[in-house]
């Protein structure tokens, strides 16, 4: 269906090709998942198909991509519309028209059907896609799930042979991902759609892909076989090689079945010293046991109320180690105090406990770094936060969770005085972030946005060092020195526009950075983020925590809260759900557990790094 | 309504009342019975009419309560039906300004009221008849009260218009050589509200840094990131239209793009040497047929165009009976008074020297209220849209 050959992209004349010699054939009916690390040309791949590149990039393509028979060279993407359809990354820069209707309809209106065999196909895809309810409205009050719905319905409509999508799940939550997905997998079984799809979260869809295509070697093949040697991997591909499993599983399920060896092997261990937990300076404050010397404190209280709210519900993960770590544990276990606690701690918990009350601080409570208390935040009618209630020590990871639009974003804005409360209090560090001058408030609170463009304005890293330093009254040299240990070997005078997404990334946490504040967040951090510069980015952020730093992510990444969070807290409706250890809240909830814990489950290992760790 | 009833009652007496209440009840709205946006304008633009043919702030305040009605009853939750509020502000804007003017610069207007006299700025010979501060009158004030109301009952109407019709509908209407032009200003039109959304964000993101967010400093900086953001995502759309389509073309001989051409440009050409002819002194007797000749051959010349794209449309708005009926009667509410002007032009023109209180003609008034009819003739809006 689609052909390559021999085919390289420079987009510089001197420049090193992005593509080179990739010479492969795709065949009809496959669904196709391009891996790689960051910025081996994934994009530039998808966009030869569609003929955007080289048409509309620019740029200078060697060899010949020919797709159902017609070669891209000749035939600018105008004239492949009916045979490709193509959704980029941002789904939002995709739509022409104002409502779903219309932008179903868009692409066969160019192509001039006829006006019965529009009607016919649009109703079709409605069905298809589940957007019937939606026909209607205005694409500016859609999710962002069901705008990547439509971005997919809208270039069906025409009903293309090839589709190609990039990054098609990575803006979303689980649970819009999986709908995403399941589209896909029906059209390549209903309609015999070949799909080429790039992919960074390749947990959600190694297991849908009948080829996987490697780059930049460009071989291709089926998916066990090149997750055996591929360098990006989801947990469930590491958690195989680990256990030395043949062939490799792709499914959770597989891996389930594979699993009671290596279940077996771990009896007897515990993932506690090993589960992310906060510093010990600040550990003492938060937790069970030394709660109970000060007293009721509603953080622990609710967060114990709800470990034993998801025994009854979720899996008996948390309830079988509780059990054991309050009942049949050592007598030290049973004064340890609260369940979850316990829990957590397991059996391997009694030493660290005793270490920890000995570290722990004088018992001054020192109020915590945010206290958000019966917080709601309103916009016209919409409730977007409701009766919330939150705290956050130093030191202390925590993992704010949720679907798309439940209010993480809103929160984060919230303790950043980007939002002014509707009603109840937010304080930081003791000061109520609307009302203070932004000065003063970049020192205790830093926050990375959703675009961690929206942070720089200057044209070069330098000018952008100088700047933050300025801003934040630090000592000139501050936050160049930063982004030297964040972001190595990175020249003064290059745009930050040429960065790629994980160094932007790193130069907006280097200029949050320069105020030293004490509490750190950051808004979907790992969108657009390939495995290693992921791993990278926990490695900083463990640091951080571990230098006392309070740090609060909103994300959609199950591993990324898995590997970083202390704590979990799921959001809902813009309402506290769950808050808890991550241990028990990722693994009483599916939607939001990782891989690891999945396979594993019912006993509480979050990360293959803890699994290894332990054998 | 009324007549509707009538003539069903004539009609069929036959059925039963239920029944004729269920075909002349207005149905949910839906994509189905979507009124064409053009009967929308064509209503609002009735209505615009009658008010640039009055003072009468009595029969402009109707107007303006039977626009509000109409929109209150009929509008969507979509983005664009917002846009009411929006008109409504700058009419009320615009009275204030036409007051303020005449405060300050005066006004031809004699009167005898003297309301209070403001310190008159001395100025030089050469621009007589310009006069700032000085004394102001009451009918000064009424007069330019009135005429700022006809204006804001102007605006309200087009803000009407806005707020029931989807201007990209209205666009879509436009013959096939246009469309692309149409497709152009729709994204246009969506990029407006994307530039001033980013504006938002950057500048509350300038928190972040620790800068102030407001001041003329603030749009300063983020101004560049803004152009650079809006450009990146028109780059974006172009390349999502090109990749689906836009712009494919059939082939068409030589001849007929030639002939296109000639008869597109010279149609213009006609349309302004008409125009020029009409409005100018001497030469109204060529003006007019030209002008038509001009508009024929540029109609010609824009289907022949059509002819080279080969796009279709997806359930393009029907001009049905409601469509007529709202239409209709937004033509009626402008014949009306157009008719009533000439009829009895002093009762729609309250005196303002001597001042005199404002009165409400009955018959201009009545007639006024025909311009309801959409209420009730067209589509209700679903409740489950409006909540949305």
Redesign the interface.
């Known amino acids: 269906m689609i052909r390559f050959e021999n085919v390289s992209v420079r987009y510089e004349e001197d420049a090193e090709p992005t593509l080179r010699n990739v010479d492969l054939t795709v065949p009809e009916g496959e669904l196709v998942l391009l891996v790689g690390p960051s910025g081996v040309g994934k994009s530039t791949l998808l966009g030869t198909v569609?003929?955007?590149v080289p048409?509309?990039t620019g740029g200078t393509l060697t060899g010949r991509v020919t797709v159902d028979g017609r070669d891209t060279r000749t035939h600018?993407?105008?004239?492949?519309?009916?045979l490709?359809g193509?959704v980029?990354q941002?789904p939002s820069?995709?739509?022409?028209?104002?409502?779903v209707?219309?932008e179903l309809?868009?692409?066969?209106?160019?192509?001039?059907?006829?006006?019965g065999v529009?009607?016919r196909r649009?109703e079709e895809t409605l069905d298809l896609l589940g957007l019937a309810e939606l026909?209607?409205?205005?694409i500016?009050?859609l999710s962002g799930g069901q705008r990547q719905r439509v971005a997919i319905g809208?270039?069906l409509t025409?009903h293309p042979k090839v589709l190609v999508l990039d990054e098609p799940t990575s803006a979303l939550d689980p649970s819009a991902a999986e709908d995403v997905l399941a589209v896909l997998q029906r059209l390549v079984h209903d309609l015999g759609t070949t799909v080429l799809l790039a992919e960074h979260r390749l947990e959600r869809v190694v297991q849908y892909a009948d080829q996987v295509l490697l780059l930049p070697d460009a071989v291709m093949g089926p998916p066990a076989d090149i997750m055996s040697v591929s360098p990006v991997h989801p947990p469930v591909v590491a958690l195989g090689r680990l256990a030395g499993w043949e062939p490799l599983p792709l499914t959770v399920r597989d891996a389930r079945r594979r699993a009671a060896p290596l279940k077996a092997r771990l009896e007897g261990r515990d993932p506690a010293g090993l589960v992310p937990r906060p510093s010990a300076h600040a550990a003492g404050r938060e937790e069970g046991p030394a709660s109970r010397d000060r007293g009721p404190v509603p953080d622990a209280v609710r967060a114990s109320a709800v470990s034993s709210d998801a025994d009854g519900t979720g899996p008996p993960a948390p309830s079988a180690s509780e059990a054991r770590g309050s009942g049949g544990g050592s007598p030290g276990h049973g004064e340890a105090g609260s369940p979850h606690a316990a829990g957590r701690e397991g059996r391997g918990g009694g030493l660290s406990l005793f270490r920890r009350r000995r570290t722990r601080p004088a018992p001054a409570p020192a109020a915590p770094l945010v206290l958000i208390e019966r917080l709601a935040v309103r916009r016209g009618r919409v409730e977007a936060l409701r009766r919330v209630d939150l705290r956050v020590s130093p030191g202390e990871t925590l993992a704010l969770m949720g679907r798309n639009g439940a209010g993480k974003s809103t929160l984060l804005?919230t303790l950043?005085?980007?939002i002014e409360p509707t009603s109840g209090t937010v304080r930081v560090a003791g000061l109520a972030p609307h009302a203070t001058d932004?000065?003063e408030?970049?020192r205790q609170v830093?926050?990375v946005?959703q675009e961690p463009?929206?942070?720089?304005?200057a044209d070069t890293v330098a000018a952008e060092c100088a700047?933050?330093d300025a801003?934040?009254g630090a000592t000139p040299g501050t936050c160049r020195a930063l982004v030297e240990e964040l972001l190595p070997g990175v020249a003064d005078d290059t745009h930050p526009?040429d960065l790629s997404e994980g160094q932007r990334l790193a130069l907006a946490l280097a200029?949050?950075l320069t105020?030293r504040p004490p509490l750190l967040l950051l808004d979907e951090p790992t969108r657009g983020l390939d495995y290693a510069a992921k791993a990278r980015l926990v490695a900083r952020l463990r640091g951080l925590a571990a230098d006392g730093h309070a740090i609060v992510l909103a994300t959609h990444d199950v591993e990324l809260a898995a590997e970083l969070a202390h704590r979990v807290v799921i959001v809902a409706d813009g309402e506290v759900v769950a808050d808890g250890p991550t241990a028990e809240v990722v693994v009483s909830s599916p939607a939001f557990s990782p891989q690891v814990a999945k396979v594993l489950a019912p006993r509480p290992w979050l990360t293959v790094e803890q699994v290894e760790a332990a054998l | 309504m009324s007549t509707a009833r009538g003539v069903s009652a004539a009609s069929d007496r036959g059925a039963s009342a239920a029944s004729a209440r269920n075909v002349f009840t207005a149905p949910e709205a839906s994509r189905a019975n979507a009124l064409h946006a053009g009967a929308w304008w064509l209503w609002a633009l009735g209505l615009a009419v009658a008010a640039s043919r009055t003072t009468d702030p009595l029969l402009l305040g109707l107007l303006v309560g039977v626009a509000g009605y109409v929109v209150a009853a009929r509008r969507t939750d979509a983005p664009w039906s917002r846009s009411y509020g929006a008109f409504v502000k700058l009419g009320l804007f615009v009275v204030g300004l036409r007051v303020v003017f005449s405060l300050l610069l005066g006004s031809p207007i004699p009167g005898e009221h003297v309301l209070f006299t403001l310190p008159e700025v001395p100025l030089p010979d050469w621009v007589q008849g310009v006069r700032i501060g000085g004394r102001v009158t009451a009918e000064q004030l009424v007069f330019a009260l009135y005429d700022g109301a006809k204006l804001a009952t102007l605006l309200i109407c087009v803000g009407a218009a806005n707020a029931l019709a989807n201007p990209a509908r209205l666009l879509k209407s436009l013959p096939g050589a246009l469309y692309e032009a149409g497709v152009a200003v729709v994204v246009a039109m969506t990029f407006a509200p994307n530039m001033v959304a980013d504006v938002t964000r950057l500048r509350t993101a300038r928190r972040l840094r620790g800068r102030p967010t407001g001041g003329v400093r603030a749009v300063l900086q983020i101004g560049l990131p803004v152009l650079e953001g809006a450009l990146e995502r028109s780059v974006a759309v172009a390349a999502s239209m090109d990749a689906r389509g836009y712009g494919r073309t059939a082939r068409v001989p030589a001849a007929v793009r030639r002939t296109t051409n000639v008869l597109t440009l010279g149609g213009l050409l006609g349309v302004c040497a008409g125009s020029y002819g009409l409005l100018a002194a001497e030469g109204a007797a060529y003006g007019l047929p030209l002008l038509g000749a001009g508009l024929l051959a540029a109609v010609a010349g824009l289907r022949l165009g059509g002819r080279r794209t080969v796009r279709t449309r997806y359930r393009p708005d029907l001009w049905g009976v409601r469509a007529w009926l709202v239409a209709g009667s937004g033509a009626a509410v402008a014949a009306l008074m157009i008719w009533a002007n000439a009829y009895a032009p002093e009762a729609l023109h309250p005196g303002v020297v001597p001042l005199e209180a404002p009165e409400l003609p009955l018959w201009p008034a009545a007639s006024v209220l025909v311009g309801l009819v959409p209420a009730f003739v067209a589509p209700v809006p679903s409740v489950k849209e409006n909540n949305a």
Do not use: Q
């Open positions: 569609s003929g955007l048409h509309f600018p993407p105008r004239e492949l519309a009916d490709v193509t980029g941002d820069a995709h739509f022409v028209t104002d409502t209707e219309d309809a868009y692409g066969m209106e160019s192509l001039g059907l006829a006006p529009m009607r649009v026909r209607d409205r205005p500016a009050t809208s270039v025409p804005s950043v005085g980007m932004p000065r408030l970049i830093g926050l946005p463009r929206d942070l720089l304005y700047a933050a801003d934040a526009r200029v949050v105020g």
